[in-house]
């Protein structure tokens, strides 16, 4: 039986919101509700694996729940929770704790980048994260998982699992009369200009939640202003932009600055440089400072408000909770009995 289209995709709560969690994630979101159901968690749980003052946790929580909102998702529509108010993703990522190897977990370049040389001083979870993903995403047996780029190797480990799981324990899957398939092989869903959303100061780096440097990052929530002087301030090389995409070849910034033009215009970026090119950044950098805030300024002032007012936001929480129980159950009962789990 084939499985339902079903899109899942999770945020952490563990730093403030920037351009390429908007671009690279939350803005395509947003269409997918047209054409599947949809599923986004605030992935709290996540955000553990490595230190979060509580109160800095929960704030942040808030903050984006009310971003998912303000950018265009409809709660009545997809189910929007916060992970740690469903507990079949613990319960699922402890079995597949069990399944996935280590050797597969030490291949994550995530966790060597965020690991550094620290390896043995990371907390155990940082270690596990990909499984608590790949549970994230298979308790809702999602077939199709829009993310940025850096999520890539994490995917392919999701379908690792998937598929280990239906391997090692196809006996018991065919005797209890389930689909073979139990798990489907989950689709990564990274198009677009923006899948990479580079810094401003420096195209070898990726635009991040724990870069130190602000003039590097466009939140969410800057102003106007803010937002104009970063990008003014953006590095680049002196030429003037290309008319072809292929000029941009070795030009990483001149690059970044054109995918995120024309991620913010829903456009390509062969249309942005049939515009601007043979044009110089002193006209294109305004430019693009005011799309940004012509896109990012209204998604602030609604994202304000919704924090503004954390009952109807908890409202929102809990109902997603509620629906996204009722589905996880139902793969659960299933997944107890296929593992052998008495009761
Ligand atoms: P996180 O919280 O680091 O990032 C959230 C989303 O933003 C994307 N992203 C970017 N896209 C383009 N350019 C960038 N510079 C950039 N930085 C971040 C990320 O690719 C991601 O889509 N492990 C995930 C959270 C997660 C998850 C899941 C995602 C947990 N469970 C299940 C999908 C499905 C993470 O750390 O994303």
Same mark, same amino acid.
């Given at each position: 039986?084939?499985?339902?289209?079903?899109?899942? &995709?999770?945020?952490?709560?563990?730093?403030?919101?920037?351009?390429?969690?908007?671009?690279? /994630?939350?803005?395509?979101?947003?269409?997918?509700?047209?054409?599947? *159901?949809?599923?986004?968690?605030?992935?709290?749980?996540?955000?553990?694996?490595?230190?979060?003052?509580?109160?800095?946790?929960?704030?942040?929580?808030?903050?984006?729940?009310?971003?998912?909102?303000?950018?265009?998702?409809?709660?009545?529509?997809?189910?929007?929770?916060?992970?740690?108010?469903?507990?079949?993703?613990?319960?699922?990522?402890?079995?597949?704790?069990?399944?996935?190897?280590?050797?597969?977990?030490?291949?994550?370049?995530?966790?060597?980048?965020?690991?550094? =040389?620290?390896?043995?001083?990371?907390?155990?979870?940082?270690? /596990?994260?990909?499984?608590? @993903?790949?549970?994230?995403?298979?308790?809702?047996?999602?077939?199709?998982?829009?993310? !940025?780029?850096?999520?890539?190797?994490?995917?392919?480990?999701?379908?690792?699992?998937?598929?280990?799981?239906?391997?090692?324990?196809? =006996?018991?899957?065919?005797?209890?009369?389930?689909?073979?398939?139990?798990?489907?092989?989950?689709?990564?869903?990274?198009?677009?200009?923006?899948?990479?959303?580079?810094?401003?100061? *420096?195209?070898? =780096?990726? @635009?991040?939640?724990?870069?130190?440097?602000? @003039?590097?990052?466009?939140?969410?929530? *800057?102003?106007?202003?803010?937002? +104009?002087?970063?990008?003014?301030?953006?590095?680049? *090389?002196?030429?003037?932009?290309?008319?072809?995409?292929?000029?941009?070849?070795?030009?990483?910034?001149? &690059?970044?600055?054109?995918?995120?033009?024309?991620?913010?215009?829903?456009?390509?970026?062969?249309?942005?440089?049939?515009?601007?090119?043979?044009?110089?950044? !002193?006209?294109? =950098?305004?430019?693009?400072?005011?799309?940004?805030?012509?896109?990012?300024?209204?998604?602030? !002032?609604?994202?304000?408000?919704?924090?503004?007012?954390?009952?109807?936001?908890?409202?929102?929480?809990?109902?997603?909770?509620?629906?996204?129980? +009722?589905?996880?159950?139902?793969?659960?009962?299933?997944?107890?009995?296929?593992?052998?789990?008495?009761?």
């Amino acid at each position: 039986m084939p499985f339902s289209p079903r899109v899942f &995709s999770g945020i952490q709560p563990s730093g403030d919101l920037h351009l390429g969690n908007y671009l690279g /994630a939350i803005r395509r979101f947003v269409p997918l509700q047209q054409t599947h *159901d949809c599923i986004y968690c605030v992935v709290d749980m996540h955000a553990i694996t490595v230190w979060q003052e509580p109160e800095d946790l929960r704030r942040r929580t808030y903050e984006v729940a009310a971003a998912y909102i303000a950018a265009g998702l409809d709660p009545s529509r997809s189910i929007i929770f916060n992970q740690s108010q469903v507990l079949q993703h613990a319960e699922l990522g402890w079995i597949f704790n069990c399944v996935a190897r280590v050797g597969w977990m030490s291949r994550m370049t995530q966790f060597k980048d965020k690991a550094g =040389k620290n390896t043995e001083n990371v907390s155990l979870g940082l270690f /596990a994260y990909p499984s608590l @993903m790949a549970a994230d995403i298979l308790l809702y047996k999602a077939t199709h998982v829009p993310v !940025g780029e850096d999520q890539k190797q994490h995917l392919e480990l999701t379908r690792d699992i998937a598929q280990k799981f239906n391997h090692d324990y196809r =006996k018991r899957i065919r005797a209890l009369g389930l689909d073979e398939t139990f798990f489907p092989l989950t689709e990564p869903v990274i198009a677009g200009p923006a899948t990479r959303v580079m810094s401003l100061r *420096d195209g070898a =780096k990726k @635009m991040s939640k724990s870069d130190t440097s602000d @003039m590097s990052i466009i939140y969410m929530t *800057d102003d106007a202003d803010t937002i +104009a002087k970063k990008v003014r301030k953006a590095t680049t *090389d002196a030429e003037p932009l290309p008319s072809e995409v292929a000029g941009l070849a070795g030009r990483a910034e001149a &690059s970044n600055l054109v995918g995120i033009y024309a991620a913010l215009s829903d456009s390509s970026k062969e249309q942005v440089l049939r515009e601007f090119g043979g044009q110089g950044f !002193g006209t294109f =950098k305004p430019a693009l400072a005011e799309l940004a805030v012509a896109v990012l300024s209204p998604i602030a !002032g609604e994202m304000r408000r919704l924090v503004g007012d954390p009952a109807e936001l908890d409202r929102i929480l809990r109902d997603g909770a509620e629906r996204a129980r +009722a589905l996880a159950a139902t793969t659960m009962r299933e997944v107890r009995d296929i593992v052998g789990f008495v009761g």
